[in-house]
């Protein structure tokens, strides 16, 4: 199991950003909804080991958040939200840091597989505070798959995408999604029924909804997915 969540939560004094949360990720894209505030990115944060939970347990790759940190990092692959880069450093020079991190063999031709993929052969030469905010999504992107992690988290990873990009890195994420777990948060409700196979929606830190699109379409007399979104975060107000 690439992701288990067994009664998560994280408080910030008496506010409860996440309250008690469970829910499993195998191999395949998993869309994680919630309006702004919801909890979507301190559950991502969480899972990563970027910030400790308050209670409950998580797994990464069969390694536990709290207590084995250094392995679930090195499994996992993190794009987050504010997408932060070393804007001074090219292209290269920034993957090639990242490999050096990872301590990535034969780390040439593992940038050059990565460059191809997210599509960033035509910039791979310029400095990243010179790119577009599409091409500096595609280094974030680049920098998360680089060491082929077993377990990807990717916070609004196509934000700033032109409809042309779009089309790309969706299929870069479905064909991720094949052979590994990812984790795609966005509040793009096209993207999901793009690119996911099961989705959780989260709320108020609590999470509504969790099952697959048809599943959870099915449940609420074929709404679409935008539909049934504003029906279950509107609804608890």
Known sequence: MGIMVNDLSKHYGTQKAVDRISFEAG???????????AGKSTTMKMLTGYIPQTSGKASVAGFDTA???????????????????????????????????????????????????????????????????????????????LHDPKVLILDEPTSGLDPNQLIGIRQLIRDLGKTR??????????????????????????????????????????????EIFIKLTLGMN
Request: net charge negative; aromatic share 4%.
């Open 27 to 37: 191999v395949g894209v998993l869309g994680f909804l919630g309006p702004n505030g």
């Open 181 to 226: 777990t990812v984790v795609l948060s966005t509040h793009i409700m096209q993207e999901v029924e793009a690119t996911c196979d099961r989705v959780v929606i989260i709320n108020k830190g609590h999470i509504v909804a969790n099952d697959t699109l048809e599943g959870l379409k099915a449940q609420h007399g074929g709404n679409t997915l935008e």
């Open 67 to 145: 207590d084995q940190q250094i392995e679930v990092k090195q499994r996992v692959g993190y794009l987050p939200e504010s997408n932060p880069l070393y804007t001074d450093m090219y292209v290269k020079e920034a993957l090639a840091f990242v490999a050096d991190i990872h301590a990535i063999p034969d780390p040439v031709k593992r940038i050059a597989e990565v460059i191809e993929l997210t599509g960033l052969t035509p910039e791979q030469h310029k400095k990243i505070g010179q790119l577009s905010k599409g091409y500096k999504q595609r280094v974030g992107l680049a920098q998360a798959i």
